[in-house]
């Protein structure tokens, strides 16, 4: 009897799997045999990012004859996001360090962006702090005027600390040269041709904006950079030494319901005809056209922003075989063991995690306590004693880690934290180092 029953069981099964396979089926060749119409906002017209995006915009439908696409010209990030969570656009471009909605899937990096601050080149403005109660060309919205927002908080400054000049980037850059404003703000690419026709007319200069690797730490979005000497004239050069800066991705990402295949299709295009996409941006643009060197799949190591869209997954994963086909005879008996033992190992495995990111967690924390110690230390020789301190902290958590009491994810985490503690370290002690010998040299 008990026989006939679990035969009865498995007959049911297989006839309901069997009809979901064929509806699953048809729902798939309907859905490939229809024209996918979406929309993508890309920024300015005249930005990189729209550039860019005109350009994989002709390429896709080139090969795709069932994508078209249609794009649309925006106020920037914040304005891309918001289009994208109400389902008014199904393809955005977007700082990474700006939040998106819980609608928001990535695509790809599309490349890098900088954190540009300009200033007149006889003014007497040296720092980033320097800025409190001066007026920036920036307008006061979309994802540039948040970084800048964040940069200030860092520094211990407010947006009410500021006066902000143009509602354009356009506008902004016209009251800079004119003079109405004390600095510009910019996340841009490097060579950037709007920034570098400010750059030539040689009436401006670079401010330098520091502590990246610190302000990484409550904004992991961040990536500490350089503007390097001579990038926008070489002779003489402008800037005219290697200046510390911020950078972001700038990133290609879709709503969570846009269709699977159409991404794809666009994720295939963009890493896999870089060369003919390149073909479509006017040779005069030369800037926008070295981006493309720099496409490529996010890092799913860092863990930060939306998650991959399915799309674009698939087309990365494309050389894996499934685990359903590669197990297909087996299926059947694996799935009964999971459901066997499984329980016991998910709460073994849930305890050993928590334990493993507790033991984690306090080697976090005191690299960051000694992080703070270091951004006050007023010696070199108490920054030597606290480097001392966190490499004796590294050496016990590896200790940990041989000893299973850490797990490889936990301890990279710690890791990140570490060197990111290490280099405030570091960094600290070369302004101390040079405020000794700038001292040395003045007194008598």
């Known amino acids: 009897m008990l026989k006939l029953e679990l035969n009865r069981v498995v007959a049911v099964a297989l006839i309901i ?24 906002v890309a920024g300015a017209a005249t930005g990189e990012s729209y550039i860019l995006a005109d350009a994989l915009k002709q ?21 891309n996001l918001r289009l ?23 695509i790809a990096v599309l490349y890098d962006d900088t954190f540009q601050l300009l200033v007149p080149r006889d003014s007497h403005l040296q ?14 919205s979309g994802g540039q005027f948040q970084s800048f927002l964040r940069v200030a908080e860092h520094f211990g400054l407010h947006e009410a600390d500021f006066r902000f000049i143009g509602a354009t980037d356009a506008a902004a850059d016209e009251a800079f040269l004119q003079g109405r404003a004390d600095a510009a703000f910019r996340v841009r690419t490097l060579g950037n041709p709007a920034i570098q026709r400010l750059m030539q007319s040689g009436r401006v200069r670079f401010l330098p904006i520091e502590h990246a690797a610190a302000m990484k730490i409550k904004y992991p979005a961040f990536d500490p950079s350089v503007i390097p000497q001579g990038a926008y004239l070489g002779n003489p050069p402008v800037p005219a030494q290697d200046l510390p800066t911020v950078a972001v991705n700038r990133t290609l990402v879709a709503r969570e319901t846009a269709n699977e295949t159409a991404v794809r299709g666009i994720t295939q295009v963009l890493m896999e005809r870089r060369e003919e996409i ?19 799949r996010p890092s799913a190591e860092r ?12 087309f990365y994963d494309k050389d ?24 016991w190992v998910w709460e073994f495995k849930r305890w050993m995690q928590k334990k493993q990111k507790t033991a984690a967690d306090q080697y976090s924390n005191r690299v960051v306590a000694l992080m703070g110690t270091a951004e006050e230390a007023d010696t070199v020789a108490r920054l030597h004693d606290i480097w001392r301190e966190l490499l004796a902290i590294l050496t016990q958590a590896v200790y940990d880690l041989d000893a299973d009491k850490l797990s490889e994810e936990s301890f990279a985490s710690f890791r990140s934290i570490l060197n990111i503690a290490l280099d405030v370290t570091k960094e600290r002690r070369a302004i101390l180092v040079a405020a000794h ?8």
Do not use: Y
């Open 320 to 343: 894996k075989p499934s685990f359903l086909q590669a197990n297909a005879d087996f299926v059947g008996l694996i799935m009964t063991a999971a459901v066997m033992i499984g329980s």
């Open 278 to 296: 390149m073909q479509q941006i006017p040779e005069r643009m030369t800037e926008v056209r070295s981006l493309l060197g720099q496409v490529r």
């Open 437 to 444: 010998t700038a001292a040395g040299v003045v007194s008598p």
């Open 59 to 79: 390429v896709v439908e080139r090969h795709n004859p069932r994508i078209r696409i249609t794009l649309v010209e925006t106020g920037g990030t914040v304005e």
């Open 17 to 40: 799997v069997t009809v979901s396979a064929l509806a699953g089926l048809a729902a798939i060749l309907w859905q490939g045999s229809r024209t996918q119409h979406l929309t993508l």
């Open 127 to 140: 720092n980033f702090t320097d800025l409190r109660g001066k007026s920036i060309a920036l307008a006061p």
């Open 303 to 314: 863990g930060l922003g939306p998650p991959a869209h399915p799309g674009a997954t698939s």
């Open 84 to 106: 994208l969570e109400e389902g008014r656009a199904q393809l955005a471009t977007a700082q990474a360090d700006v939040v998106a909605g819980p609608e928001c899937r990535i």
